[in-house]
T-cell receptor
Framework: EADIYQTPRYLVIGTGKKITLECSQT?????MYWYQQDPGMELHLIHY???????EKGDLSSESTVSRIRTEHFPLTLESARPSHTSQYLC?????????????????FGAGSRLTVL | KNQVEQSPQSLIILEGKNCTLQ??????????LRWYKQDTGRGPVSLTI?????NTKSNGRYTATLDADTKQSSLHITASQLSDSASYIC?????????????FGRGTQLTVWP
């Protein structure tokens, strides 16, 4: 079944640790995104990718980095986690293309990774 | 400034009742408006997407309306069920770029009581 998967779902780590949040999709979507969401707040785009070897920073400044070596895989890495990084991280993907009528950019989200840094 | 405002922030209703959630936006130029449902601890799931020319769109017990002149949208839920308890997020896309930048509201937290 075509879907988008995130691991781990929950992660509690100490300050200074390096972490990687995994995101994989089986829908063949070209565009992938990482959003950060805090309770009661809107989603903020932190990274996106148009395709393999393409990565861009989003609207919200983030100390995390991403890579896109394969179409289906879009991992997010924090080299040295801090308590301020505690948040929910949502991965999403969409088909490439322009225009609202085609339905382009309708996002399919993963279940999220909730990160807690102590 | 492009913004999306949702009201109410939270809502409690009894099972079987109807409710309406509101979304006002200032995004311009407008491309489309989507409603997402986000269950606790899960990612958002798309309910409807509406373009400029669409006034109403239904998805089962969910009916979304759009007034592009007043820049308002509503999501009406009929005969609510316990499983409708979730956050409902309004998302507006502009036509300013190929990517179609998305503006997210903070969501309305709906709780349905038995």
């Amino acid at each position: 079944e075509a879907d988008i998967y995130q691991t781990p779902r929950y992660l509690v780590i100490g300050t200074g640790k390096k972490i990687t949040l995994e995101c994989s999709q089986t829908m063949g979507h070209d565009k992938m995104y990482w959003y950060q969401q805090d309770p009661g707040m809107e989603l903020h785009l932190i990274h996106y990718s148009y395709g393999v070897n393409s990565t861009e920073k989003g609207d919200l400044s983030s100390e995390s980095t991403v890579s896109r070596i394969r179409t289906e895989h879009f991992p997010l890495t924090l080299e040295s986690a801090r308590p301020s990084h505690t948040s929910q991280y949502l991965c999403a993907s969409s088909v490439a293309g322009e225009g609202a009528v085609s339905g382009a950019n309708v996002l399919t989200f993963g279940a999220g990774s909730r990160l807690t840094v102590l | 400034k492009n913004q999306v405002e949702q009201s109410p922030q939270s809502l409690i209703i009894l099972e079987g009742k109807n409710c309406t959630l509101q979304c006002n936006y200032t995004v311009s130029p407008f491309s489309n408006l989507r409603w997402y449902k986000q269950d606790t601890g899960r990612g958002p799931v798309s309910l409807t997407i509406m373009t400029f020319s669409e006034n109403t769109k239904s998805n089962g017990r969910y009916t979304a309306t759009l007034d592009a002149d007043t820049k308002q949208s509503s999501l009406h839920i009929t005969a609510s069920q316990l499983s409708d308890s979730a956050s409902y997020i309004c998302v507006v896309s502009d036509r300013g770029s190929t990517l179609g930048r998305l503006y997210f509201g903070r969501g309305t937290q709906l709780t349905v009581w038995p």
